[in-house]
């Protein structure tokens, strides 16, 4: 795994444009994917799994995803989980 100096970036070209580029796209598209989504939500032909599907969706855009629960069994902390990792890592704690 390689180090860096402390100040050195591991990644110096930072987020490939591709990737803002396509955010980009795909932002631009938002209104007609709602409409889409609530063209689908309204048509009574279509199956009721992509209504179902299109209303979550909806709501899942208009008032984000529900958080979820994660069950823990007890055991190693999750602090301790990450402190044993990095230090199977090599990396400082």
Do not use: C, W, Y
């Not at 979820?68 to 301790?80: F, K, N, W, Y």
């Amino acid at each position: 795994m390689a180090r860096f100096e402390k100040g050195q970036s591991g990644n110096p070209g930072g987020r490939p444009r591709t990737v803002a580029l396509l955010r980009e796209l795909a932002q631009g598209e938002v209104e007609a994917n709602i409409q889409v989504l609530v063209a689908i939500r309204d048509n009574k032909k279509a199956p009721f799994a992509a209504r179902v599907a299109a209303i979550k969706e909806l709501n899942d855009r208009g008032f984000g995803r529900p958080s979820q629960a994660i069950e823990h069994s007890g055991g190693v902390s999750l602090d301790d989980a990450i402190r044993e990792a990095r230090e199977r890592m090599g990396l400082q704690t």
